[in-house]
Each structure stands twice: as C-alpha cells, then as structure tokens.
C-alpha cells in the first residue's frame, strides 16, 4: 500500500514539533506566506486549490504525517483515483528547493 507522508529534515522536524503545539496554525501561516503563494502561482492551473491543500495538510497533522491514499481519499472526499494526481499536483507546490515536504511513500 502506498502512504503520503509530510516529511521534514533535522531542522524542519523542530519547527513542524514547535508548529504542532499550535494545533494547525502552522498551516495557516504557510499558507499566507509569500513563498507559498509564489510557488502556487508558479504551479498555475494543474495547482490544488489553497482549501483543498489545506484539508490535506491538515488530514496528514491529524495521522502523525502520515496517510494511506485510501484514507487521504477519504478525508478529502475525493474518489481514490484522484489521489495521486492530487498529491503530485500538492508536491510541485509544497516541495521547495529539492526539499521533499510531500512525498508518496511506496511501501
């Protein structure tokens, strides 16, 4: 079975522990930030909208960062075919600088 995972290096890890203690603030920080709203801009029309990337970043705080695409599919209330093109779509607008945020674990 294949997982989402929201992953992080050394330092991300502190801020995303720091983030978490504010129960989700951290999402709506990053998505008002300039460089979020860049990068989605970037991402043009095959970019998720901003709600539908924040019930994602928020299904994968409420598992530990982790979710397989059925479960991704099903708190996102969209059919599981969908789901990969989804989270390859999130992953062009999350993952900065060759860091993988986002990545498709496929264990």
Do not use: K
Request: proline letters at 5%; charged letters at 20%; aromatic letters at 4%.
């Amino acid at each position: 079975m294949h997982n989402v995972e929201f992953s992080a290096d050394r330092r991300g890890r502190r801020q995303r522990s720091r983030a978490c203690a504010f129960r989700g603030l951290w999402i709506e920080a990053l998505l008002a930030s300039p460089v979020y709203d860049a990068q989605h801009r970037l991402g043009g029309r095959s970019a998720p909208p901003t709600d539908q990337l924040r019930a994602l970043l928020s299904a994968l705080m409420a598992r530990s960062g982790r979710l397989s695409r059925t479960a991704l599919a099903q708190a996102l209330t969209t059919p599981p075919v969908r789901i990969g093109g989804l989270v390859n779509a999130a992953r062009r607008v999350l993952n900065l600088d060759q860091a993988q945020i986002l990545v498709i674990d496929g264990r």
